[in-house]
Structure formats: C-alpha cells, structure tokens
C-alpha cells in the first residue's frame, strides 16, 4: 500500500513557475514508477508527465513538453513537478500516482491540489 500527498500547488500568474511535490508512504517508494495527471473543470483527467522507477526514462505529454520537468528523489520518497512558463489553460487540479508500468495503469493515487493560472 502506497499513500501519496501532493503539494505546492496555488495561484500563480501567466509566465510564472510552480513546483509541486509528492510525498509517498512507505518503503517501496523506489520500487514504483511515477505519474502526474491534471484535470480542468468540465474535462477529463490528462496525463502529463511520468518516471521510471531510477529517474532513467521520462515521458510528457506534447501539451506541457519544454515547460515542466518531472524527477524524484527515492532517498526522500518525493515526486517532484516543476512547472515553468505557466500558462492559463494550465488551471486544474494536479495529481500524482504510483505504478509499476512506467505509463500505467497507475494502482495509486494522491488527493490531488489546485494550480490556478491566471492571466
């Protein structure tokens, strides 16, 4: 069983930069692959981002490609999510979550927190 805690979410204006973090429980933290999703009101949850178990491979989705980068510290069984040059369509709520497929599907799953863009 895994728990996951995001944070660092906010307000934030257009062309500014976040960074969230992922909080794991537990000792097999390193043992599973990481995802970030987001989802906007009225929208489906999207992927975003993903890593590998040992931060070899990482994936992003074309929308948030060259903006945000995705890494993890196993030693502090964190997640973390930089977000730059943040736009308004990049409002939603963020998600993190834990699986043993690098993309999926994922077996555990954050509260989720609030990145709110404005413009």
């Known amino acids: 069983q895994v728990q996951l805690v995001e944070s660092g979410g906010g307000l934030v204006q257009a062309g500014g930069s976040l960074r969230l973090s992922c909080a794991a429980s537990g000792r097999t933290f390193s043992s599973y692959a990481m995802g970030w999703f987001r989802q906007a009101p009225g929208k489906e949850r999207e992927f975003i981002t993903a890593?590998?178990?040992?931060?070899?491979?990482?994936y992003y989705a074309n929308s948030v490609k060259g903006r945000f980068t995705i890494s993890r510290d196993n030693a502090k069984n964190t997640v973390y999510l930089q977000m730059n040059n943040l736009k308004p369509e990049d409002t939603a709520v963020y998600y993190c979550?834990?699986?043993?497929?690098?993309?999926?599907?994922?077996?555990?799953w954050g509260q989720g927190t609030q990145v709110t863009v404005s413009s």
């Open positions: 890593i590998g178990r040992s931060s070899g491979n990482t």
């Open positions: 979550a834990a699986g043993i497929p690098t993309l999926g599907p994922y077996d555990y």
